[in-house]
Every structure is written in C-alpha cells, then in structure tokens.
C-alpha cells in the first residue's frame, strides 16, 4: 500500500484544519500519539509539525489548547497562529491560513529528508509537492477521496508520488478511532 522505506529520513506535515475536516467527514478520529509512534517506529522521522490557526476567545478554547498542549508535550513540533477575524458588508470573516507556515518548514527540512509527508487535501500546496520533488524529495499526500465531493484536490493527487487513502492507512495501522 505504501512506498515508504525503512530507516527513510521522514518529515511528517499535518495541516491541522484539514485533517480535523478529514477526519470528520469520513467520521473518524485520528490518535496523534499512535500516528507518531508509528512514524518514530518505523522510520527516521526528523520531524513531526503539527500546524493550525485558533480562535484566542473561541467557546472551546480550552478544549484546543488542551489538544495543542497534549500534541506539544508529546513530539509534535506545533505551529500555531491565532485566527484574524473582521467584518465584510455584514458578514464576520475569519481567517487563520497556515499555508506559508508549512510551506517554509517543509523547504527548510528538505535538505535533511528522503520523504514528506503531508496531511491534507488543499490544492494550494502543489507547487509546494513540485519544489520539494525537485529536491529528491518522494512526496505522499494522506487524505480521502471516498466523500463527496473529495476533501483532496484533483492536483493534489496527480502531482505526488504516492496518495494515501486516510481511512485505509489508518485502520491498517491501528490509529484511527471511531467517532
């Protein structure tokens, strides 16, 4: 199912927001702490990032920074930001993109991995997978493509060289949990 190589030098990159998304929609939970132990386990991980935008007032603040603390404290290299919110004719708008953020620490760890591994499904980080192919970097995109519509992009999929269905690679490996 896979192509990764034992004793490969891995980066592991987790887009927060989708994953969570992901995993909602297919109606499962990820444990983060088993996913890590598989990647420690099974590879020479380098690094595990764990990126997400939050909401400082949000009700379930505490619930988040819980999450974040527990992700922190047990191996995952946590990049955070708090959400910008504003008002647009009417409407409030928040945004909390963590595109770039990912972005520089997956070209800035390029040099030290034979492989990333990224968690989502945004379309904007092709040019991303294509810079760091470009590097000899082998690139696997874990997302679903078994809702509809797909939390993947089309792009996403075509331009990595190896897709990896959540659900499946999950159960295989024992860390997904039933919502």
């Keep these: 199912m896979s192509i990764f190589q034992p004793k490969e030098r891995v980066g592991l990159f987790i887009d ?19 996913l890590l132990n598989f ?17 400082p007032n949000d009700v379930n603040s505490e619930f988040i920074r ?25 409407d409030t708008v928040v945004k909390g993109n963590m595109d770039i953020e990912l972005a520089c620490c997956a070209m800035s760890l390029a040099p030290h991995i ?8 945004d379309g904007d980080f092709t040019f991303l997978i ?14 679903t493509r078994s809702t509809h519509p797909p939390m993947i992009a089309d792009e996403l999929v075509r331009i990595a ?8 690679f999950a159960k295989e490996h024992n860390f997904l949990r039933e919502r």
Excluded at 40 to 54: P, S, V
Excluded at 75 to 88: D, E, Q
Excluded at 114 to 121: C, H
Excluded at 130 to 143: A, F, I, N, T
């Design 114 to 121: 034979d492989k990333a591994v990224l968690f989502t499904g």
């Design 161 to 168: 060289d190896e897709f990896i269905e959540l659900a499946d």
């Design 66 to 90: 819980a999450k974040l603390d527990w992700l922190d404290y047990n191996g995952f290299k946590l990049i955070t930001k708090p959400t910008k919110v504003w008002v647009n004719n009417g």
């Design 16 to 34: 927060g927001a989708n994953a969570h998304e992901t995993c909602k929609a297919i109606r499962l939970e990820l444990d983060y702490g088993k």
């Design 130 to 143: 294509d810079m760091l192919q470009q590097q000899d970097v082998v690139v696997s995109v874990v997302s």
């Design 39 to 55: 990647y420690k386990k099974n590879f020479n991980l380098r690094r595990a990032f764990y990126f997400t935008a939050y909401r």
